[in-house]
């Protein structure tokens, strides 16, 4: 069985930044894509990243060029670095594993002065 742990989120100030982890296990991380999303109460849940098998990665408009994705394959770990949070990054963030379609159960975020 297939299951997604997210850790590391938080409350920081405007302009810090938050590493979130997400340990996979019942799998194996290099064998499947990957994605994190995020989900303000009432709105549907936002795609912001992707990797793929390889390593390559997307992101969504609204956090390129601060965001991060990486993965730790050897102990099945993917992080993602978020850097230069805004109040509008505030959410629950949930890693995704597209290829067998499981969710983790999220991790708060809020970002306020």
């Known amino acids: 069985q297939v299951r997604l742990v997210e850790s590391g989120g938080g409350s920081v100030q405007p302009g810090e930044s938050l590493k979130l982890s997400c340990a996979i296990s019942?799998?194996?991380?290099?064998?499947?894509?990957m994605g994190w999303f995020r989900q303000i109460p009432g709105n549907e849940r936002e795609w912001i990243a992707t990797?793929?098998?390889?390593?390559?990665?997307d992101f969504a408009d609204s956090v390129k060029g601060r965001f991060m994705l990486s993965r730790d394959n050897a102990n099945n770990v993917m992080y993602l670095q978020m850097n230069s949070l805004k109040p509008e990054d505030t959410a629950v963030y949930y890693c995704r594993d597209f290829t067998r379609n499981v969710w983790g159960q999220g991790t708060q975020v809020t970002v306020s002065s």
């Open positions: 019942g799998t194996i991380l290099s064998s499947s894509i």
């Open positions: 990797v793929m098998e390889s390593g390559k990665a």
